[in-house]
């Protein structure tokens, strides 16, 4: 099985508003990610967490906070969003991120947010 | 740095042809993995297949098939007999053995096959 679920599927929110972003696996995964991707465009990485660390951070505006409460759970907060922020919104799991070996670095990637900000 | 180029943006054909969709990759490393993801319009990424750089074995599976040849720097992704299932956008990307957990992908390729 190498689901990993993300909610809600859909999000529309103001300017003001504070709301969150919900992704969840249960493969075992230690590595998860987040990503960005605008209409016709690659997905482009925010943010990486290994083994419940933040390991990458890709220079991402503060409004987007990342949290990892534990090794099956991977939030995204957000908080005063620009319209420019509307966008799929993506996470992913591998089983390492850190080691090569075997099917490790495989990043299995959930149906993503659709966000629009308003 | 690297680079992932899919010259192709859009490609469309009529169901049962064969169509080749084209990846070239740039890089200064000798090791380093290739992928193929498919996504479809429900948007999430399905992955495809992970080719490491020592392993230049052409793969086939059902339908699919892939191409690596180091010396063109290229994996170009085979599909035989498509289906009107197979419409995605399909992206090819690159990441280091060492190193960060970056994928780099390339700006994707929009198959469209039509009944």
């Known amino acids: 099985d190498t689901e990993v679920t993300q909610t809600p599927k859909h999000l529309v929110m103001g300017m003001t508003n504070k709301k969150s972003l919900k992704c969840e696996q249960h493969?075992?995964?230690?590595?998860m990610y987040w990503y960005k991707q605008k209409a016709k465009k690659p997905p482009e990485l925010m943010f990486v967490y290994s083994y419940e660390k933040l390991s990458i951070n890709e220079s991402v505006p503060s409004r987007f906070s990342p949290e990892c409460p534990n090794s099956s759970l991977l939030n995204l907060h957000l908080h005063a969003l620009q319209p420019e922020d509307s966008a799929l919104y993506l996470c992913a799991s591998s089983q390492d991120g850190l080691s090569a070996g075997g099917g490790k670095n495989i990043q299995y990637f959930g149906a993503g947010t659709r966000l629009s900000v308003l | 740095a690297q680079k992932v180029t899919q010259a192709q943006t859009e490609i469309s054909v009529v169901e049962k042809e064969d169509v080749t969709l084209d990846c070239v990759y740039e890089?200064?490393?000798?090791?380093?993995?290739l992928f193929w993801y498919k996504q479809p319009p429900s948007g999430e990424l399905v992955f495809l297949i992970r080719?490491?750089?020592?392993?230049?074995q052409n793969e086939i599976s059902g339908r699919y098939s892939w191409n690596f040849q180091k010396s063109t720097s290229s994996f170009n992704f085979t599909i035989t007999a498509s289906q009107v299932v197979d419409s995605a956008v399909y992206f090819c990307a690159l990441r280091l053995i060492q190193g960060a957990q970056k994928l780099v992908f390339g700006q994707g390729t929009r198959l469209t096959i039509n009944p």
């Open positions: 890089t200064r490393d000798t090791t380093y993995y």
């Open positions: 080719r490491n750089s020592f392993d230049e």
């Open positions: 493969m075992g995964h230690r590595a």
